[in-house]
């Protein structure tokens, strides 16, 4: 049944084409108020596309934030129901003058289609709604209900997501999620099994109540801030890159046997990887790249300022320096206790007559784990083994999406990611990306993952 889906859709890549570009075309920016209009086009779009594929139930959630887009098909009584998830906003655009093409344009050029939001997520996206058009118009119907949750804050953290969740319980109900986010990180056939948690946290570090001083007046008598600061971050690490926080790492958050054996299944080339981006090999000397980057956690400095820092020379001894501070967990690690840890840290390593502050805006997603036993990755399995003729291999992501902690938390369901990015299409950078043999290959792949998944849920009853 789902080869005729498969075969059907093969035919409308022109079509299914045209499409995204109306999508890419809603300049769906969550993050910036001035790109409303983007963000209305963009739900505008979804209802009149879902409606004119036969779904039913077409309506706006609202969650106190950025409105999110619902649909159902619930015309299996007795069958399973799968909650098909994606997301409609998009990164802003920024740096404009670093793009070669317009951002808001889908224009091809070989075998690319570029612009803003053409792999995350409106390319998967459209996969899976071209997926469930084509299915339900060659079947008739589906081997289950389906509810379809595409929504707007993602990028922006899903603020309002739990709200509604919490407010739309009823209409949320199923059994399992089929997200069309997420991406293959390069490898395939792979299943994606899982993503690392985050928390965030930013420092302020003081070392005179009163203001910047001038470097020729108190030069050599007084603390520099920007000094201190330096010292400090660099005791969260050791030479080899190892963390260096009591508490950061417990035993039960190491990689397990099995997670290291699918790791070394991905037969990674390390100077390749390396050399892609013209770094160099850094951290826990006892485990591989693959397993540093999808199974350890990271503690990351990601800025650091203070002081003058515009053109020419401005000789003060800043009394002020900042940091931002991203922390990737792994199962086992809980979000704020791991922050807290942290912050223990560093307040115990400052500087002697420093003041220091600490400020984190969210409360952390944890890390996510999808079970080898759980239907999703059972049908995946099958249908990635029949397609390619290989044995897919078991990747983790390295970054993190919250919303598969948070449906798993609120709603009490699992998610498999089932985008179809690639590292290659430069997500949320200048000039992203789609590879059109993505969509060639997820408009085989999704078909036959929903039949499939039905046939695995009347197996386990």
């Not at 929504?151 to 399992?176: M, N, Q």
């Not at 395939?188 to 570090?205: S, Y």
């Not at 969260?236 to 046997?257: I, Q, Y």
């Not at 070394?264 to 770094?279: I, K, R, V």
Request: net charge negative.
């Amino acid at each position: 049944m789902s080869q005729r889906v498969a075969d059907h859709l093969g035919g409308q890549l022109d079509a299914i084409i045209d499409r995204l570009g109306q999508y890419v075309a809603c300049a769906s920016v969550s993050a910036d108020p001035k790109f409303e209009p983007g963000m209305q086009a963009a739900r505008d779009f979804l209802i009149r596309r879902f409606t004119e594929i036969g779904l039913d139930n077409v309506q706006l959630l609202d969650g106190g934030g950025h409105k999110a887009v619902y649909a159902d098909w619930l015309h299996a009584p007795g069958k399973p129901t799968l909650l098909v998830y994606g997301h409609y906003d998009v990164q802003p655009p920024d740096p404009l003058k670093a793009w070669d093409t317009e951002p808001f344009v889908l224009t091809r050029k070989g075998d690319r289609l570029y612009g803003r939001g053409a792999s995350d997520n409106k390319g998967s996206s459209t996969i899976a709604i071209e997926s469930l058009a084509a299915y339900l118009a060659i079947e008739g119907g589906f081997p289950f209900n389906i509810r379809c949750l595409f929504e707007g804050e993602e990028e922006v953290g899903a603020v309002s997501l739990p709200a509604i969740f919490e407010r739309y319980a009823d209409l949320l109900k199923a059994d399992l999620v089929l997200s069309a986010d997420g991406g293959r990180n390069g490898f395939w056939p792979a299943i994606n099994v899982g993503c690392r948690g985050v928390n965030a946290l930013e420092v302020t570090l003081r070392t005179s109540s009163v203001r910047d001083l001038h470097s020729g007046r108190y030069g050599g008598t007084t603390r520099n801030a920007l000094h201190d600061m330096a010292r400090l971050l660099t005791t969260l690490h050791d030479e080899e890159g190892r963390v260096s926080v009591a508490g950061f790492l417990p035993e039960a958050a190491r990689p397990t046997p099995q997670q290291r054996q699918h790791a070394a299944e991905l037969n990674m080339d390390e100077p390749t990887f390396f050399a892609s981006f013209g770094g160099i090999a850094h951290g826990y000397p006892e485990y591989s790249a693959i397993e540093r980057l999808t199974l350890m956690p990271t503690l990351e400095i990601n800025g650091m300022w203070g002081g003058y820092t515009g053109p020419g020379s401005k000789t003060v001894i800043p009394n002020e320096a900042h940091a931002k501070i991203t922390i990737r967990l792994v199962a086992g690690q809980d979000p704020k206790e791991t922050a807290a840890a942290v912050i223990r840290h560093l307040e115990a390593n400052a500087p002697k007559g420093t003041s220091i502050s600490i400020q984190s805006d969210r409360g952390g997603a944890p890390a996510y784990s999808l079970s080898e036993e759980s239907p999703l990755v059972v049908a995946a399995d099958r249908i990635l083994r029949d397609i390619t003729g290989q044995t897919p291999v078991r990747v983790r992501s390295g970054g993190t999406s919250p919303i598969t902690s948070t449906i798993r938390e609120l709603l009490g369901i699992d998610t498999l990611m089932f985008g179809f990015s690639l590292p290659a299409d430069g997500v949320h950078a200048p000039n992203e990306s789609y590879a059109i043999n993505s969509i060639k290959e997820g408009v085989v792949c999704w078909p036959l993952m929903l039949t499939e998944l039905g046939r695995v849920c009347d197996e386990s009853k």
